[in-house]
């Protein structure tokens, strides 16, 4: 039983002023609540001590400076929606005490755990419950990020019910198997716990629409080599660099890109979701989407903003926002070259790992790279006009270093829009095959090669190591390669280089829904290495 | 004499009471030296107590315990060591205590006794 806070007791000694009644020892509550690092969740427990002495709190469990600052918001909170502030000394403990916790999401924990403490709410109550959000100072329950991390988190450790701001509510919910409530104030919750209120209303799941598509690739005129290019870097995930001269359509090439990949399954739309939850870029009303994410980052972009960075534990960047989608560098040799060679590790590993002073960090990053470039930087629509002396066109073409060109499979040349194409007429090649069409080769094609390579684990052919693809049971016939091992003698081909070529020649093989690579997919796919006549090296 | 200096005078006799009700002796009140004043120093057993007398007539600014500061806090154990300095004793333990008053205008005046609040 715990003493009744309010201010005056009612209890009386003979000299006849009231005398302050409190129990020693009985007043710990415990509440959960989820720390989130990277996009991985670890419960928290938030014990709350109050002991008789001067009034005042302290906490601890190596919180940032949100969370010590959480005392004044829940404190605040707590007086204005009904409830009152235990005149007590409060030790607020978050365990476990060695690892750090960031940000406002322990506020609603801390509440309730202190609320329990003080008896405002049953104890045994608020104990099984994982509680996160952030307390507004009049009580009212404001989003946080990370949600989605925080109930997978919830749901591993065995939980049942995770409560969470309303709206937070669709995001937690894409969870099964653990009951999701969405709160909006302090009050509500507390009529609920002591039976005096409903139970705040479950969380839905919803997704965003998948139909609707702003961008369709019938809007590109004309382009037809691009537009297969396009087609084979959907269908294998290869990375791809569109050059040309401006306007040509390479930036609408792109944007189409996500258009015809293939839908995510749900597991990768999950691993989707929790990066952009951790980021805070969460449409918060239809949180899950099938789409694959498109980023395209400003060329001002710094190493952080683009592979992740920040203070203390380091946030998500474009590399990551762009998980299992397209990540597209628009005007690349723009960029500062330290910013793109940072991609070379995640393009590799899939993933990145950022060491601050607040902890180590992974990231997932497995995305699809997509640049486009100028032939050099006077930028005329021609090359006839082109102003540059050749050092110019040199310097800028060494913008974009050696190593990085060399993990990206398709070199793509995006030529001028004839007027023919653009204007109608005769000669004009019609219009172009819509996203749909394509997107539908593509999916057949993905499947060829996620069933073959499912021993290996890959589901692209992207993935393939060149140890195998040269290995005798998937090599192609002697005939099929001469033309690569023809560039290959010539020194025109890396030793790098030929596996991507035959990665290639896979993807070519899966459109047409060929068995194994002929002589025409080689040719095709070496046409991508080595067909550059502009000058970004291969 | 001022209504404040009033209020707290009749605080520190009803907490004097107070601690001689809870089986303590008053050794001395209002002991000064030039850092400033300890309200009451009492005896619990083999305890000194050193005691700070806090009187309110409104909680309009806060309960009168969380009056106790830090830098009160800080200025008690200072106070102590002088006393401490000129009348040496063989004691168990010394203890610092707060008896917070509530005597508001209407209504029944409330007493606080917190021990051992500098732990």
Redesign the interface.
């Known amino acids: 039983m715990v003493a009744t806070p309010d201010?005056?007791?009612t209890a009386?000694?003979s000299?006849?002023?009231?005398?302050?009644q409190r129990l020693a020892g009985v007043s710990i509550a415990r509440a959960q609540s989820v720390a989130v690092s990277g996009v991985d969740g670890q419960l928290v427990e938030i014990e709350v001590d109050l002991s008789?002495?001067?009034?005042?709190t302290t906490l601890t469990g190596l919180g940032d400076k949100a969370v010590s600052e959480a005392r004044d918001r829940v404190r605040a909170a707590i007086t204005n929606s009904g409830a009152s502030w235990p005149?007590q000394r409060i030790t607020i403990a978050l365990l476990p005490a060695d690892l750090p916790k960031v940000g406002s999401r322990f506020d609603l924990g801390i509440a309730m755990a202190v609320l329990a403490a003080n008896g405002a709410v049953p104890p045994a109550a608020v104990a099984g419950i994982v509680w996160m959000g952030e307390l507004g100072l009049d009580g009212r329950l404001r989003p946080v990020r990370g949600v989605l991390p925080a109930a997978v988190a919830a749901h591993r450790s065995g939980a049942r019910v995770i409560v969470v701001p309303a709206e937070n509510g669709p995001e937690a919910a894409l969870i099964d198997g653990i009951e999701v409530l969405a709160a909006s104030t302090l009050s509500e919750l507390m009529a609920w716990l002591c039976g005096k209120g409903d139970r705040p209303p479950r969380a839905e799941p919803s997704e965003a629409p998948t139909t609707g598509r702003a961008v369709d690739l019938s809007d590109v005129v004309g382009q037809a080599g691009a537009r297969r290019a396009l087609e084979i870097a959907a269908a294998g995930a290869h990375h791809l660099l569109l050059q040309g001269s401006p306007g040509a359509g390479k930036t609408m090439l792109a944007e189409r890109l996500p258009g015809v990949l293939p839908l995510l399954d749900r597991a990768a739309a999950l691993e989707v979701t929790a990066i952009h939850s951790v980021a805070g870029t969460l449409a918060r009303d239809a949180p899950l989407s099938l789409v694959p994410p498109f980023q395209a980052p400003h060329h001002t972009a710094s190493v952080a903003a683009l592979v992740g960075g920040g203070a203390g534990l380091a946030r998500p960047g474009a590399i990551s926002l762009a998980h299992r989608g397209v990540l597209f560098l628009d005007e690349a040799p723009e960029y500062r070259p330290a910013a793109v060679d940072a991609l070379r590790q995640p393009l590799e590993s899939g993933r990145v790992v950022l060491h601050r002073s607040g902890g180590a960090v992974t990231y997932p990053a497995r995305f699809q790279l997509v640049m486009a470039a100028n032939p050099c930087g006077c930028g005329s629509p021609t090359g006839r006009d082109c102003a540059c002396t050749p050092m110019a066109r040199r310097r800028y073409q060494q913008r974009l270093s050696g190593p990085l060109l060399d993990r990206i499979d398709l070199h793509v040349t995006v030529h001028p829009v004839p007027r023919a194409d653009l204007l109608g007429g005769p000669g004009a090649s019609g219009v172009g095959e819509s996203s749909d069409v394509v997107s539908a080769r593509v999916l057949l094609a993905r499947q060829a090669a996620s069933a073959r390579w499912s021993e290996h684990g890959w589901d692209t052919n992207s993935l393939a190591t060149g140890s195998v693809l040269r290995s005798g049971r998937w090599r192609p016939p002697r005939e099929a390669l001469r033309l690569a091992e023809q560039a290959l003698d010539r020194g025109v081909l890396s030793a790098r280089g030929f596996d991507r070529v035959l990665r290639m020649a896979w993807t070519v093989c899966d459109l047409a829904g060929r068995s194994a690579p002929g002589a025409g997919d080689i040719a095709e796919a070496l046409s991508y290495r080595t067909g550059t006549s502009t000058g970004w090296a291969a | 004499m001022r209504v404040k200096d009033a209020l707290g005078q009749y605080g520190e006799r009803v907490a004097a009471a107070h601690l001689i009700d809870a089986g303590m002796s008053i050794i001395e009140t209002n002991w000064r030296c030039v850092a400033g004043e300890i309200d009451i120093i009492a005896s619990d057993g083999r305890a000194l107590v050193f005691c700070e007398v806090k009187t309110r007539s409104s909680l309009a600014f806060g309960s009168p315990a969380a009056a106790v500061t830090w830098v009160k806090q800080r200025r008690m154990r200072e106070l102590a060591v002088r006393y401490l300095a000129e009348n040496p004793g063989k004691w168990g333990e010394i203890r610092f205590d707060v008896v917070a008053i509530l005597r508001p205008r209407t209504g029944a005046t409330t007493l606080e006794h917190l021990r051992d609040v500098l732990s």
């Open positions: 201010w005056p007791p009386r000694n000299r006849g002023y009231g005398i302050e008789s002495g001067l009034p005042g005149n």
